[in-house]
Nanobody, 120 residues
């Protein structure tokens, strides 16, 4: 099993910044073979992709966050980050960490989520 623990959420004013972290662990866990990502879900909305980072560091972003958010991974710490700048009210959501073991259709794991609220 894989455990994903997020941190770094909170309340921030519009235009502000936050950095989310997701620490991954588990028996026999090998960080390098997991694609990592962040999803978010706002109240009354469906969960949506925010950003993904491949095992080789290739990144993908939702159009709504391009140029404002940056995803990165630190293999030494088994951790994936989401740096969020120029936050908008519409970025308010629960942000969840995601891990996918490559070449394993059953290898999807989710964190519990962390609340990000952007409000003045």
């Amino acid at each position: 099993q894989v455990q994903l623990v997020e941190s770094g959420g909170g309340l921030v004013q519009p235009g502000g910044s936050l950095r989310l972290s997701c620490a991954a662990s588990g028996s026999g866990f090998t960080f390098s073979i997991y694609r990592m990502g962040w999803y978010r879900q706002a109240p009354g909305e469906q969960r949506e992709l925010v950003a993904l980072i491949s095992t080789s560091g290739i990144t993908t972003y939702a159009d709504s966050v391009k140029g404002r958010f940056t995803i990165s991974r630190d293999s030494a710490k088994n951790t994936v980050y989401l740096q969020m700048n120029s936050l908008k009210v519409e970025d308010t959501a629960v942000y969840s960490c995601y891990a996918h073991r490559i070449r394993d259709p059953l290898g999807d794991y989710w964190g519990q989520g962390t609340q990000v609220t952007v409000s003045s």
